[in-house]
């Protein structure tokens, strides 16, 4: 039986606070200051410092404005980073909007085949309810990159430039997801009919084809590159495709890299591969499949991969224990506990279990710092300009990272064969709505 709240209860709330006279100092500069200035602690900002033993050469940050495209710009960053290593280029950028073109197109796409797949179920099914929830969004996850790239490769941000609705995409999204539950309606009543769907569908994407052309340009199916290499020699290739680009430029075989997670969840036991229901871009594309492993074990993968040269794309809750002006991540930045007297706390599985902590952001991992044989902190590229952190960099403490990483992308010879082989197994498959579905922003 439940049971209501009592002014009885009221009164003995009130008559606590009232004994505690100290904490009138913490509410006079919470209510002036807010939650987080109010209790930022100055000693983390002191122990974190920006200097790392191991770090990759990077150029400045690339900043996905008011767009959710985390992701792409991750993955896009670890490319150009070896590109501009190899060629000598400076600032250069590979185009965010030509990958984001091809994955919202894709997307609708998925989502109109599940709308079809599932047209006999109700709509108010779970299944129905989660699909119809948010058809698409900018959001996404490594293996949806690797499908993007395999079939339409990249290009040079001078290529297919920035637009105004891919920098604020609130918009499109909205007129794009409005199309796409409209769509769905339609093809419902198809199916119920026993009308023809596939020929429904593919007048649908023409018209969404149309509508991201006019907000997002049309993607180039060749182009010129040139540029100045390292020795200031001028370069020219033209009428280059975008997969021929990739191939002889960036050059990285996607394949030899495995998606670790840690997700410490009793239903998920490690060294077990996973994959998620209804999450993808590209129908018959590369599946979302990841490697569960211990917080260690992905570490040390990470490490080795940074010490080697070669950066790391890496998604995490970024939002908790963050602090964007200084660029710092740290378990103690924030005196919460302290401040508000709370005595419990939930473990990272727990967090995940009761909905409180998932993947939310991807960045990417560009140094590493080792203390006395142990790593004590991390530099991390984002890409939200360079306004905000330490020009755009971030650096996350050991303990963040213990808590609030869930996945990191590395190259197979950083794994054991004993892993390798796990990670090849037949995956698990989770609820669409399962934490680990969730998608980085």
Same mark, same amino acid.
């Given at each position: 039986?439940?049971?209501?709240?009592?002014?009885?209860?009221?009164?003995?709330?009130?008559?606590?606070?009232?004994?505690?006279?100290?904490?009138?100092?913490?509410?006079?500069?919470?209510?002036?200051?807010?939650?987080?200035?109010?209790?930022?602690?100055?000693?983390?900002?002191?122990?974190?410092?920006?200097?790392?033993?191991?770090?990759?050469?990077?150029?400045?940050?690339?900043?996905?404005?008011?767009?959710?495209?985390?992701?792409?710009?991750?993955?896009?960053?670890?490319?150009? &980073?070896? +590109? *501009?290593?190899? @060629?000598?280029?400076?600032?250069?950028? =590979?185009?965010?909007?030509? %990958?984001?073109?091809? #994955?919202?197109?894709?997307?609708?796409?998925?989502?109109?085949?599940?709308?079809?797949?599932?047209?006999?179920?109700?709509?108010?099914?779970?299944?129905?309810?989660?699909?119809?929830?948010?058809?698409?969004?900018?959001?996404?996850?490594?293996?949806?990159?690797?499908?993007?790239?395999?079939?339409?490769?990249?290009?040079?941000?001078?290529?297919?430039?920035?637009?105004?609705?891919?920098?604020?995409?609130?918009?499109?999204? &909205?007129? +794009? *997801?409005?199309? @796409?539950?409209?769509?769905?309606?339609? =093809?419902?009543?198809?199916? %119920?009919?026993?009308? #023809?769907?596939?020929?429904?569908?593919?007048?649908?994407?023409?018209?969404?084809?149309?509508?991201?052309?006019?907000?997002?340009?049309?993607?180039?199916?060749?182009?010129?590159?040139?540029?100045?290499?390292?020795?200031?020699?001028?370069?020219?290739?033209?009428?280059?495709?975008?997969?021929?680009?990739?191939?002889?430029?960036?050059?990285?075989?996607?394949?030899?890299?495995?998606?670790?997670?840690?997700?410490?969840?009793?239903?998920?036991?490690?060294?077990?591969?996973?994959?998620?229901?209804?999450?993808?871009?590209?129908?018959?594309?590369?599946?979302?499949?990841?490697?569960?492993?211990?917080?260690?074990?992905?570490?040390?993968?990470?490490?080795?991969?940074?010490?080697?040269?070669?950066?790391?794309?890496?998604?995490?809750?970024?939002?908790?224990?963050?602090?964007?002006?200084?660029?710092?991540?740290?378990?103690?930045?924030?005196?919460?506990?302290?401040?508000?007297?709370?005595?419990?706390?939930?473990?990272?599985?727990?967090?995940?279990?009761?909905?409180?902590?998932?993947?939310?952001?991807?960045?990417?991992?560009?140094?590493?710092?080792?203390?006395?044989?142990?790593?004590?902190?991390?530099?991390?590229?984002?890409?939200?300009?360079?306004?905000?952190?330490?020009?755009?960099?971030?650096?996350?403490?050991?303990?963040?990272?213990?808590?609030?990483?869930?996945?990191?992308?590395?190259?197979?010879?950083?794994?054991?064969?004993?892993?390798?082989?796990?990670?090849?197994?037949?995956?698990?498959?989770?609820?669409?709505?399962?934490?680990?579905?969730?998608?980085?922003?």
């Amino acid at each position: 039986m439940q049971t209501e709240l009592t002014f009885e209860q009221l009164e003995n709330f009130s008559r606590k606070w009232r004994e505690n006279p100290d904490k009138l100092v913490f509410q006079a500069s919470i209510m002036k200051n807010g939650i987080k200035a109010a209790t930022e602690n100055p000693t983390s900002k002191v122990s974190i410092q920006p200097v790392f033993s191991h770090e990759v050469a990077t150029d400045k940050v690339s900043n996905q404005q008011q767009s959710g495209r985390c992701w792409m710009f991750a993955a896009l960053n670890t490319f150009r &980073h070896k +590109l *501009n290593g190899t @060629l000598g280029l400076k600032d250069f950028e =590979l185009s965010q909007n030509y %990958t984001n073109f091809w #994955d919202k197109l894709e997307k609708a796409n998925y989502f109109l085949e599940n709308i079809i797949e599932t047209a006999s179920e109700d709509e108010d099914s779970r299944l129905v309810s989660w699909l119809l929830d948010t058809p698409q969004q900018d959001g996404g996850q490594w293996d949806m990159l690797v499908s993007i790239i395999e079939k339409y490769g990249v290009v040079p941000k001078s290529a297919m430039p920035e637009t105004f609705q891919s920098g604020k995409s609130a918009d499109l999204n &909205h007129l +794009l *997801n409005e199309r @796409l539950r409209t769509d769905a309606v339609i =093809l419902r009543k198809a199916f %119920t009919e026993k009308k #023809d769907t596939a020929g429904l569908k593919e007048e649908m994407l023409a018209e969404i084809y149309q509508l991201l052309v006019m907000t997002l340009g049309e993607p180039p199916k060749v182009f010129d590159f040139e540029y100045r290499n390292k020795n200031n020699e001028f370069k020219q290739e033209l009428q280059i495709t975008p997969k021929d680009f990739y191939e002889r430029y960036v050059d990285m075989d996607l394949k030899n890299y495995i998606p670790l997670i840690n997700a410490p969840t009793k239903d998920k036991p490690f060294n077990q591969a996973f994959t998620v229901d209804y999450l993808g871009n590209i129908v018959n594309g590369t599946p979302i499949k990841y490697l569960n492993v211990e917080m260690d074990v992905l570490k040390k993968a990470a490490t080795d991969q940074i010490k080697d040269g070669e950066t790391v794309w890496f998604g995490c809750d970024v939002g908790q224990l963050s602090e964007k002006t200084t660029g710092i991540m740290d378990t103690d930045i924030f005196l919460l506990n302290q401040t508000f007297g709370f005595k419990t706390a939930m473990t990272k599985a727990e967090r995940l279990d009761y909905k409180h902590s998932m993947l939310t952001h991807a960045m990417v991992l560009t140094g590493v710092n080792v203390a006395n044989g142990e790593v004590n902190r991390w530099k991390v590229e984002n890409s939200w300009g360079e306004k905000i952190g330490n020009n755009g960099y971030f650096v996350a403490s050991d303990a963040w990272m213990d808590e609030f990483t869930f996945q990191v992308v590395v190259h197979k010879k950083y794994l054991s064969k004993e892993l390798i082989e796990a990670f090849n197994q037949e995956p698990i498959a989770l609820k669409p709505w399962d934490p680990m579905g969730s998608l980085a922003l």
